[in-house]
């Protein structure tokens, strides 16, 4: 099994930047690919940002391409994803996942674990 503990959520005007983390933990052959997803009031869970177990392949949902980027420190089973340019609609409970296989993919039943999720809220 892996454990998941996200932070550095927040509270920022449109325009700002935050950085949120991803700290895994549990057998090493339970960490794989890894992805952010969010999920607004209302909305269903979406596919944001992920990589490979390799860092080979990488996507990013074409509403945070070029703002978003999606980092891993596999010796320290961390991840990462940097906003920038952050928008009122990015506002949502960000989660991050990992699925057994190293292969990336971008729906939420096909990752086994996840986070509690941390909060991104972006005013105008």
């Known amino acids: 099994q892996a454990h998941l503990v996200e932070s550095g959520g927040g509270s920022v005007q449109a325009g700002g930047s935050l950085t949120l983390s991803c700290v895994a933990s549990?057998?090493?052959?339970?960490?794989?690919?890894v992805a952010w997803f969010r999920q607004a009031p209302g909305k269903e869970r979406e596919f944001v940002a992920g990589?490979?177990?390799?860092?080979?392949?990488?996507n990013y949902a074409a509403s945070v391409e070029g703002r978003f980027l999606v980092t891993r420190n596999n010796t320290e089973d961390t991840m990462y994803l940097l906003m920038d340019n952050l928008k009122p609609e990015d506002t949502a409970l960000y989660y991050c996942?990992?699925?057994?296989?190293?292969?990336?993919?971008?729906?939420?039943?096909?990752?086994?674990?996840w986070g509690q999720g941390t909060q991104v809220a972006v005013s105008t």
């Open positions: 996942a990992t699925r057994e296989f190293r292969q990336l993919s971008t729906l939420v039943r096909e990752y086994r674990y």
């Open positions: 549990g057998r090493p052959d339970s960490i794989g690919a």
């Open positions: 990589m490979s177990w390799s860092g080979r392949t990488v």
